[in-house]
């Protein structure tokens, strides 16, 4: 089972991966979010828990939640996704259910993994 702790720091690391693509500083991002560059350097470093965060986060950074989740499933299994695609599906939907029961927020999920036609 993965930790709490791992989980966390892997968000983290995508938020900072996501940042330097877009070019941005940790005090740009900060004034996109309205927080103090310290609060990034946290989020970058410890990680977050907060849905609501990674979502404002998205929501700035111009992506989907979807792509920073599949970020998130990519990084923890090394690069690779070892997990079928209804595997993959489900742990995605399960762990955004989570995040939003720990905010108090009312939600249904429902992801849909295009896999290629094989020839």
Do not use: W
């Amino acid at each position: 089972m993965i930790s709490d702790e791992e989980i966390k720091k892997t968000i983290g690391s995508i938020m900072k991966q996501i940042r330097v693509e877009k070019g941005l500083t940790q005090d740009q991002v900060a004034a996109k979010l309205k927080c103090d560059r310290t609060n990034i350097v946290q989020y970058e470093t410890k990680g977050i828990s907060g849905v609501h965060t990674i979502l404002n986060f998205c929501e700035v950074m111009g992506i989907l939640p979807g792509e920073f989740f599949a970020r998130f499933s990519m990084q923890l299994s090394g690069g690779s996704v070892l997990l079928s695609p209804t595997r993959l599906k489900e742990r995605l939907e399960q762990g955004c259910k989570e995040l939003c029961a720990q905010e108090g927020i009312r939600c249904n999920i429902s992801i849909t993994i295009n896999t290629p036609a094989r020839s």
